[in-house]
């Protein structure tokens, strides 16, 4: 995956709590997909998505988020410039919201 | 061509003592063995995965539906016990054919889920090597020895090395062939990076330490995707002499280091130069620490 040439814009599918004023909480890579593993977390996401599962993922995210803090998970697509991201800190290029659900 | 083909079977066939090959069975062995345990939170996790996104490969082929939890506590379990037996050396002509089948059953698992695993690919290689050769001909419960060395510890050992070269000048020969000279810009390897720090960031983790200032230096991009390429395409010659062998890790250990630094990506069993290991002579190891101030002393 390394090998092949990458766009500066990058799309990823992410997994994100919000608090409840609707501030973004970020979620951990064991909380999203039980593995500290990025690969997996990634694949994952992306699996479930393209699988139409991206409800069920929500809510089984949703059932791992429960510190309190969270009450609800949305799963988005986001695109970003990622060297720009790294270097400026700049905002996603664009977002699309794919799932969302309350933490139980 | 002849002379090539006859050096290099004379390269393949060397004798090499019983320790050295016992000595990379117990250092294969015991990683294998603990990264399992390492990564036990997998067994669980995949014990309990929704069966519709079961893709799988490999031997993994066999199976119609996921294994059930218990089966993979199962598992889990057959690889300690196995991997256990044959680090220590006990009933290796079991131990190591069941112990290879089950870690590549188990990576081929692993990977069955949309994603391959590279990084486990190498040592389960190793391990099928080690597994049909006679590793507890030293340093095994009931091993006799001195044995004299011989080639049949030889070239067990030669293949190791071999295919831990071939490795690495495969990842080189796949940047080569899917990027081509674009390989060497600045932005391919920049993008790569950036990559790999967004994708951290957005699973809640750090971005790699190095990523912001190796991105904000960017004329030094170009060089170390050139240097990454040398060290994947010059693997073999670390097979060929002790300088080059010892040049070649050095600057491959820096390679994993620089992409931990900057992308976050680790792969203990090179980085950590345990798929080096056949080409030293590990059997030397234990006259090192003999020589270690104190403990000589200590000893005699």
């Known amino acids: 995956m390394y090998a092949t040439p990458r766009s500066s814009e990058v799309t990823f599918i992410v997994a994100v709590g919000l608090g409840s004023g609707g501030d973004r909480i970020e979620l951990s890579s064991r909380t999203i997909a039980g593995t500290a593993d990025p690969l997996i977390v990634e ?14 993922m929500c809510e089984a995210i949703a059932g791992r988020a429960g510190d309190g803090r969270i009450v609800a998970v949305e799963i988005r697509s986001e695109r970003f410039n990622v060297v720009d991201r790294v270097l400026a800190d700049t905002p996603p290029v664009g977002t699309e919201l794919l799932a969302s659900c309350v933490v139980p | 061509m ?68 218990t089966s993979m506590w199962l598992l889990f379990g057959a690889l300690l016990v196995s991997g256990c037996a044959f680090t220590v050396g006990i009933a290796v002509r079991v131990s190591g054919p069941a112990f290879a089948i089950l870690v590549l059953s188990w990576t081929s698992y692993h990977s069955s889920w949309g994603q391959l695993l590279h990084f486990e690919h190498l040592f389960t290689i190793h391990l099928l ?28 050992i030669r293949l190791l090395a071999i295919a831990t070269a071939t490795t690495y000048v495969l990842s080189g020969i796949a940047k080569l062939r899917l990027s081509g000279m674009a390989w060497f810009d600045a932005d391919t390897l920049a993008n790569h990076i950036g990559y790999s720090a967004v994708r951290m960031e957005t699973i809640g983790a750090r971005q790699p330490p190095l990523a912001s200032a190796v991105l904000q230096t ?82 005699s």
């Open chain 2, 2 to 69: 002849t002379v090539m083909l006859a050096r290099f079977e004379a390269w393949l066939c060397a004798p090499a003592p019983a320790e050295r090959l016992a000595a990379i069975r117990i250092a294969v062995g015991a990683f294998v063995t603990v990264y399992m345990v390492v990564n036990v939170r997998e067994f669980d996790r995949l014990g309990s995965r929704d069966p519709s996104a079961f893709d799988p490969i490999g031997v993994a082929r066999v199976l119609d539906t996921p294994l059930s939890a």
């Open chain 2, 129 to 156: 090597i080690l597994a049909f050769a006679p590793t507890a001909q030293a340093w095994a419960p009931g091993a006799k020895s001195p044995v004299a060395p011989d080639v049949r510890f030889g070239w067990p």
């Open chain 1, 43 to 56: 694949s994952y996401l992306r699996r479930e998505v393209e699988g139409g599962r991206s409800d069920s």
């Open chain 2, 218 to 299: 960017r004329w030094l991009i170009p060089f170390m995707a050139a240097a990454a390429l040398a060290v994947e395409l010059g693997a073999p010659l670390a097979l060929v002499g002790r300088k080059l062998r010892n040049g070649w890790m050095l600057a491959a250990l820096l390679f994993h280091a620089a992409t931990a630094a900057t992308m976050q990506v680790f792969f203990g069993y090179r980085g950590l130069a345990f798929a080096m290991l056949p080409l030293f002579r590990l059997e030397l190891v234990p006259t090192y620490f003999r020589r270690i101030p104190g403990r000589g002393h200590r000893a």
